[in-house]
């Protein structure tokens, strides 16, 4: 375990429906981030929030929408997905932001949009 | 733009097998290099991680070099063992883009007993 747990694990979900994925870790760190993994192609980061407040938005959808309430939870609330979302979402935390912190990853959610 | 390369996508050894994986980058500015671990269907577990002023780490039957100047690291697994089965992710921390870290695409590994 390392200490960031994501809820649910796997989650099926229709175009028009609005759901949301859950990251929590439990190492006092105060930089999250949200990462998309799609078969067959390298990680690509979403978002960074530092202390509750977002650093970076890469270019993700607003169909994806981040929020941050504290700096141990944080969320990624989805409506009106398209197919080619489905992909694993693996949450993770550091630290800080600097470049010399190691980020802990979560088990991930696997998400299917039908 | 910094793009990593993992070579081979996917690797298939005896049990016991010494065995080398492969990571290049483009652009050699970078602040660290990271080594993970991935199961099927399952999170990152960091393996090592190497800052641009180190050439290696080691733990236990894990050693990851690191060679800036040619935009190259190593993982090398020694006495390889069927639970070493997993995808390898390298993953590089630059200057560029801000707080991106960019990933490979991973090598597959696949230790026969």
């Known amino acids: 375990e390392t200490g960031v747990t994501q809820t649910p694990r796997h989650l099926v979900m229709g175009m028009t429906n609005k759901k949301s994925l859950k990251c929590e870790q439990h190492l006092g760190h105060n930089a999250m981030y949200w990462y998309k993994q799609s078969a067959k192609k390298p990680l690509e980061l979403m978002f960074v929030?530092?202390?509750?407040?977002?650093?970076e938005n890469n270019s993700v959808p607003s169909r994806f929408s981040p929020e941050c309430p504290n700096s141990s939870h944080l969320f990624l609330h989805l409506h009106t997905l398209q197919p080619e979302d489905s992909a694993l979402y693996l949450c993770a935390s550091s630290q800080g932001t600097g470049v010399r912190n190691e980020q802990f990853f979560g088990p991930g959610t696997r998400l299917t949009v039908l | 733009k910094q793009e990593v390369t993992q070579i081979p996508a996917a690797l298939s050894v005896p049990e016991g097998e010494n065995l080398v994986l492969n990571c290049s980058f483009t652009?050699?500015?970078?602040?660290?290099l990271q080594w993970f671990r991935q199961d099927p269907g399952k999170g990152l577990t960091s393996l090592l991680l190497?800052?641009?002023?180190?050439r290696e780490q080691t733990s236990g039957r894990l050693n990851a070099s690191l060679d800036k100047s040619s935009g190259r690291s190593t993982l090398y697994i020694a006495a390889s063992q069927p639970g070493d089965s997993a995808t390898y992710l390298c993953?590089?921390?630059?200057?560029?883009?801000?707080?991106?870290?960019?990933f490979g695409a991973g090598t597959r590994l696949f230790v026969k007993a």
């Open positions: 929030y530092s202390l509750e407040e977002r650093v």
């Open positions: 652009d050699s500015a970078i602040y660290n």
């Open positions: 993953a590089v921390r630059g200057n560029t883009g801000g707080f991106k870290t960019i």
């Open positions: 190497i800052q641009s002023s180190q």
